[in-house]
């Protein structure tokens, strides 16, 4: 399974609907300072809900809703939101058509050789709303985030790593660095059930 395509709408520097596309072995992108690199892989944590635990770059979630006037003075009325897709080739069939429908709550899914996950955060007058969708159903996070596990991707996980985290497992005792392993390895996830069950 990789990723294969983003697309941006509204989400930080991003004011126009931008697609990007993703090779299924490596990608890099390149560009000045400034110019959105670091947003890209903020639009990645936010939409597949990775964000938490990971650090995107914002104070709160409305700050990702693309603004005009970012470098100076801020002012529009109405509604705004931003959008983020992230579109799954799921060829190979890491994630089998029962997981989607699982995480879908519904047989409804379409096709699951590709599958798509979208956020959108909306802001009105006086709130905000988050909402994620799976191949255009909405669904809760923890939809989302149960359907990814099944691929090894989590919010503890370093399937993204971020600038200073090498600095940060460098600088680890040896026993925080055995807990990242365990996290990849898949072992933390027994550890938690297990005091889970203890806890009960
Ligand atoms: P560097 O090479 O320095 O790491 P980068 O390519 O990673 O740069 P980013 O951090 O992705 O750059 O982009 C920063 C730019 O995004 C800044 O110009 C900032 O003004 C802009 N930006 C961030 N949030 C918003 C927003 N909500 N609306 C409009 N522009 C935004
Ligand atoms: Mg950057």
Same mark, same amino acid.
């Given at each position: 399974m990789h990723i294969k395509e983003l697309v941006l709408d509204d989400f930080k520097s991003f004011g126009r609907k931008t697609r990007i596309p993703f090779y299924e072995d490596f990608t890099v992108i390149t560009g000045p300072n400034g110019s959105g690199k670091s947003n890209i892989i903020d639009g990645v944590l936010? @939409? /597949? !809900? /990775? @964000? &938490?635990? &990971? !650090?995107? &770059?914002?104070?709160? /979630?409305?700050?990702l809703i693309y603004n005009p006037g970012h470098e100076g003075d801020t002012d529009h009325g109405g509604q705004r939101e931003a959008s983020v897709e992230v579109v799954l080739n799921n060829g190979d069939g890491t994630l089998d058509r029962a997981q989607v429908v699982n995480a879908a709550g519904t047989d409804k899914v379409g096709d699951v050789e590709e599958i798509s996950i979208r956020r959108r955060v909306k802001e009105t007058d006086d709130n905000y709303y988050s909402y994620y969708y799976l191949n255009d159903r909405s669904v809760n996070l923890s939809d989302i985030r149960d359907l990814l596990a099944? @691929? !090894?991707?989590?919010p503890e996980g370093y399937n993204v790593v971020m600038q200073g985290d090498v600095t940060e497992i460098i600088n680890m005792t040896a026993f925080q660095r055995r807990e990242i392993i365990d996290e990849i390895a898949g072992v933390a996830e027994f550890d938690a059930k297990k005091e889970d069950a203890f806890a009960e």
């Open positions: 936010f @939409a /597949l !809900g /990775l @964000a &938490r635990t &990971r !650090g995107i &770059r914002a104070e709160k /979630l409305t700050d099944q @691929a !090894g991707v989590t």
